[in-house]
């Protein structure tokens, strides 16, 4: 694994953000394999502290391509799936897949990522904690999760629909003579083509793969 | 607010009562606990009681643990022969109710096991041991993983040692510093080191004592030297000797005392928890369609 470090470069500061400066109680260490950032992490809403939670993120090299394994540390969050928290490894689920994908272009570095799903993550839990289930409104499990994005983001219940959008964001190149999604008729070129070309921008073609190939499983089981 | 007052209030802010959530919870589960070992060891009528931070009045909201010691009489074979026996009958004792988290060096963590609050840390350490004679004083704990498997100790001495320094409001916030820095240092570390560091400072503000601890860690030239009033020339503490620990501690102290003076107290213990915080989260409640939520993957 290497020896743990403190210092961080430049080129790597540029992708962590100035952590430490709006984050005091959080640590940064460098391995040879990530950067692990560990600490107290205050949820911080319209100035006041909710709360705080001893946290460890472990960040690839890769980032923003690989999403950081979030961990509490504290254990105050059960291991628990219905608390979207492994309890094999006790990662926190913070993000689904594909809406990481999607705003994965806004958090160009890590302290956007602490800023964003990491927080909305521990608000999600402190609403848990205070009304005792969800009232916020996590995913649902698994496939039914993803269904439910692409739900949300076409504005649409049909799988049918979700699917055919989803095979014009698999492929490597916007295919503008493919039929539209929305069932139209039209072509893509003359139908929803900005739409089409601004989700590819969002989500790659190897999360819309595996999304596909989720729909194309829950389609199945419905018959 | 005076910088003194804010720290008290900070203090105030992190105090546990007696009517408080975790408190009731905590005693709760020793209830449990002496129950179970009450019926485990039904021959033997181990000791049990509380000792660590509650009894020694140092307990944070951000870093507490219940200590609950379980010694059995230094003649007594019911719980095992040798203090592994009694340590790892102890923890098969507790297993039924418990998830039970035996990596720690001479005690036994105590965690959820239901559904509901599954691994979910009740911050409960439980501490087998054996007197050592028929005084019931100096006990015997059992050491893993270290060089001696037997480590002499006094519960007594350590909880007297640290609630009667006259230092605990600031042992405290050096636990809730230690903790939002993640600095690892063993709490009993730490507050022999307060006291080792402060006793000529006791009457001084709180203040002023905090600015002094970190000017002294800064200034440590060498080892620290810190000895268990328990049993000063047996136990070794030099695990804290450990240069890479000093030199973070050193640093640490450093940039809190610089942060300190740029920005002033507030930059290191942060705002004060808010009473509108229920509010606060029902107002998230209809906001939530502009977050990210959480999922739950495949084969997790």
Redesign the interface.
Known sequence: MGTPSTVISKKLQKVLGDITEDY??L?ITRTTESVEI???L?II????????F?IEIQVDPSYPRKIPRVYEL????????HR?T???T?E??????D??SW?ASKCPTVLEFIN??VK??F??Q??FI?YGKD?????A???N?RLEFYQAILDTDDPGTIRKFLLHLSEPKYKANWLCYCGSGRKACKCHKSSIISFRSKISPQVARSALQDIKELIRASK | MSDLEYLLSILQDQSLSNESDEIKMLRNHRKDVEGILKTAFEESIPTIRYGGSYAKNTMIR?HYDLDVICYFKHDDTGAGDTLKDIFNNVAEALTDKYFVDDNKRSSLRL??KG???????F?IDVVPGRFTDDKKEDVFIYQQSAEKERLKTNLEKHVTHIRDSGLTDVISLVKLWN????LEVKTFVLELMVIELLTSHKSKPLDKQLLKFWQSIVELDGNVTVEDPANPSGNDLSEFNYQTQQLLLKSTAQSTLD?IENGGWK??F?????D???R??????GQ??S????????A?
């Open positions: 005091p109680d640590r560990t600490g107290s205050p809403v319209s100035g006041t502290v909710l709360d705080r001893l504290g254990g105050r969050i059960p291991k628990s799936l979207h492994s309890p094999k006790g926190a689920c913070v993000c689904l897949i809406q990481w705003v964003g799903p909305d993550f608000l999600w402190l609403c205070q009232r916020c409104g996590a995913w499990h698994e496939r999760g | 951000e965690r959820g559904q509901e609050d599954f691994q979910v840390d911050h903790t939002r820095r993640v942060q930059e290191v942060g705002e004060l928890t808010s509108d915080k229920a606060v989260i029902e107002g998230i409640v939530s369609s977050r990210t939520k959480p999922w739950v993957p495949p997790l």
